[in-house]
């Protein structure tokens, strides 16, 4: 326990529950270096969470690791919790149980019979060497060495049979009743009012004990392999969201990018757009805003100066935080020509004027947008944990 609640050791085992939105807090290990993988918000109310690995952090410019977003993630994890402490699944597991204990009875047995066919085996070794006539030292002294193999046997076989009553004693009593009114009452508890994040994040770490995460880019799914507490492990695959990226094969040279970008939009909005297009530098890593800022300056760029824009345009962003609506629905209704926009390149950021939100076809397509929401909209904006879904 001392150990979990150590968060600033980097290679040390499963993190304690601190709350926050993310169900998997401290319980996330990275398939690639094994490392604990940390949780990352967003700077503003109501964003994802992601799970993220920093790799090896103590070198300067070594990268990120892997990361993924982690709403899909809980989600699986919270089924796999459902199907797990399912009345069937409680049945299963007092039935695999009930298996278990009656194959180390037999083992128990079995090994009962081999002690006897030793003992027996002993005593014949005992009166064989009894009757020797002890002037027949070499006759003695084989029979000698057969007693004692047999019986350095008999301890051996003693030994085992008493670790197996030994681990017999230490296993647990399974209370049956108990066990099927979990079943039963875990998914009220979970979905209860006043169960906040850090009582689902208490219950998920009584069932698992680590969560190992790995990209697979040939499906590109995350594979989720979860050890639950009692030993055995379940993989889960889940999609992962490819949203507006250039394909592997056709990435933009990051020169033409600059000359396009540099000077519309700040350095920093350039590194996150380069990024998102898989656009690499020449020794192979990310983009900041630091190598933006330079690879504009070589190439004779100025700078972005808010003050010379002749139009006043907003991002994506600001545009959905003024209309009220998610940021997915602005970009719909910029699909859908309701909006209008420019976009310099592919995943570059779009640019809204300013004076065409106050436009009837734009109020109308938030109208739309807003009808289209469930009755209890405000009851989900307010409730910031994951629920069992069923229930």
């Known amino acids: 326990m001392i150990l979990e609640n150590a968060h600033m050791q980097k290679r040390a085992s499963r993190k304690s529950a601190r709350g926050g939105r993310a169900l998997l807090t401290g319980l996330v290990r990275c398939g690639h270096c094994g490392r604990m993988m940390r949780v990352s918000y967003g700077m503003r109310s109501g964003h994802a969470h992601r799970y993220q690995c920093r790799g090896d952090d103590s070198h300067v410019g070594a990268g990120l690791c892997i990361g993924i977003g982690g709403v899909r993630v809980d989600r699986a994890v919270a089924v796999a919790i459902l199907e797990a402490v399912s009345d069937r699944g409680v049945e299963a597991a007092l039935l695999a149980a009930d298996q278990a204990a009656r194959a180390a009875d037999d083992v128990r047995q079995a090994i009962i019979r081999e002690l006897e066919e030793a003992r027996y085996e002993a005593a014949l070794a005992d009166r064989r060497y009894s009757v020797i006539d002890p002037m027949k030292r070499h006759v003695a ?3 000698e060495a057969r007693w004692n193999a047999v019986l350095e046997r008999v301890s051996q076989l003693e030994q085992r049979i008493a670790r197996l009553d030994s681990d017999m004693v230490q296993r647990p009593k399974i209370d049956r009743a108990a066990l099927m009114q979990l079943a039963y009452d875990l998914p009220a508890a979970w979905n209860a009012p006043t169960s906040d994040a850090r009582t689902k994040q208490r219950l998920t770490r009584i069932l698992i004990q680590e969560i190992l995460i790995d990209l697979d880019d040939a499906s590109n799914e995350a594979v989720i392999t979860v050890h639950w507490t009692g030993g055995r492990h379940t993989e889960l695959r889940v999609s992962r969201v490819r949203c507006g990226r250039y394909p592997k094969d056709r990435h933009p040279n990051p020169v033409e990018v600059i000359r ?24 192979g890593k990310s983009w900041t805003t630091v190598r933006v800022r330079e690879l504009r300056e070589r190439l004779g760029i100025a700078a972005y100066d808010p003050t010379a824009v002749t139009v006043e345009t907003i991002s994506v ?3 959905a935080s003024r209309l009220k609506i998610c940021v997915g629905s602005v970009i719909r209704l910029i699909r859908e020509g309701v909006l209008p926009a420019t976009q310099l390149m592919p995943s570059a950021p779009w640019k809204v004027p300013v004076d065409a939100l106050a436009s009837e076809a734009v109020k109308a397509g938030v109208r739309a947008v807003v009808a289209r929401r469930p009755r209890n909209f405000a009851v989900l904006q307010g409730e910031k944990t994951l629920r069992l879904p069923g229930f």
Do not use: F, I
């Not at 519309?264 to 656009?279: F, S």
């Open 141 to 143: 002294r084989e029979l």
């Open 260 to 283: 396009k970008l540099g000077g519309q939009w700040p350095d920093r909005e350039l590194a996150v757009t380069m990024n998102r297009m898989r656009c690499k530098s020449a020794d």
């Open 317 to 319: 962003d600001e545009t």
